[in-house]
């Protein structure tokens, strides 16, 4: 229920006006006097708080998602409040940075320099969409391989390095095996090339050229030695700093020969045949 005031004459609604106009400026005057600078809502913020803000060198924002509050508070510190009164430093938030940015045809609020930011906010700007989902695919992958590398201290080199060196490893042990078993390591031997020769035909190299030089590079003990995209040759990734996570390659092995196991293992296949009669001839024998 809404609250009435009724009076007789003018000058009692008059003095109900000025009431109201001096709850809302005393309100105002003490978010001023607790020191913020940027103030945020998720309520609306009329006209007359923005102007009073802005011509006290103050930001506000009306409308803000909760969830963006709390994002706020804990990268900034302080703590959400529901009423002006008792304002104290405890519960404003700090950052080194604020500013109002447009990228593209939006306007962003800037934090910069949160002391309690465990995050940051990566905006990503492309001319088609499927470029930016490819990106933002990237990006992820990006992220998570790094995110995998601190978790786990073993790494191996990158860029078809370890694959050339396992297949080494596995044509030299093939030729200790007498029988058929022989063919099979050396099978897995030859799909583990795959990796450096896709790595070449996605930069656009000569890929026997460069698996011929890795093959020799690993064969006289340099196990580290990958494709180097950046000069079109071969070079030691680990120097290199093209590190992949150990336990990622691991998976990635286990993945793809349980697969193949699976596949190998299949005797048998059950074709489901065509239906004897043809659309066509079905329409044209209904139509008959």
């Not at 969830?67 to 409040?81: F, N, P, V």
């Not at 040759?233 to 349980?258: G, H, K, Y």
Request: net charge negative; charged share 25%; with cysteine.
């Amino acid at each position: 229920m809404g609250a009435q005031q009724t009076g007789k004459h003018s000058r009692d609604y008059q003095a109900i006006v000025d009431a109201e106009w001096n709850i809302l400026y005393d309100k105002l005057d003490k978010i001023h006097k607790s020191g913020a600078k940027v103030v945020l809502s998720k309520l609306p913020i009329g006209d007359v708080a923005t102007q009073y803000f802005a011509d006290r060198d103050m930001f506000c924002a009306g409308r803000v998602p909760e969830e963006d509050l709390k994002r706020t508070m804990m990268a900034c510190g302080g703590s959400i409040q529901t009423s002006v009164n008792a304002l104290s430093d405890d519960v404003l938030g700090r950052c080194e940075l604020f500013e109002e940015t447009q990228i593209g045809g939006e306007r962003y609020n800037l934090f910069t320099g949160c002391p309690k930011a465990k995050t940051c906010t990566i905006i990503l700007r492309g001319g088609a969409e499927q470029f930016m989902e490819e990106t933002e695919r990237s990006l992820h992958d990006a992220i998570m391989i790094v995110r995998r590398a601190i978790k786990n201290d073993s790494v191996v080199a990158g860029g078809g390095a370890i694959e050339m060196e396992l297949s080494k490893f596995l044509r030299d042990y093939s030729r200790t095996i007498p029988g058929k078993q022989q063919l099979l390591i050396g099978a897995y031997a030859k799909a583990l090339e795959i990796i450096p020769r896709q790595l070449c035909d996605n930069a656009g190299f000569d890929a026997t050229n460069i698996l011929n030089k890795l093959r020799a590079k690993h064969a006289q003990g340099g196990m580290w030695y990958g494709v180097d995209v950046t000069n079109e040759d071969i070079a030691d990734n680990f120097q290199a700093c093209v590190w992949e996570p150990a336990v990622v390659r691991i998976n990635a092995l286990t993945a793809a020969s349980e697969a193949a196991c699976l596949i190998v293992s299949v005797d048998e296949t059950i074709r489901n045949p065509r239906s004897s009669v043809e659309p066509a001839a079905a329409g044209g024998a209904a139509g008959g």
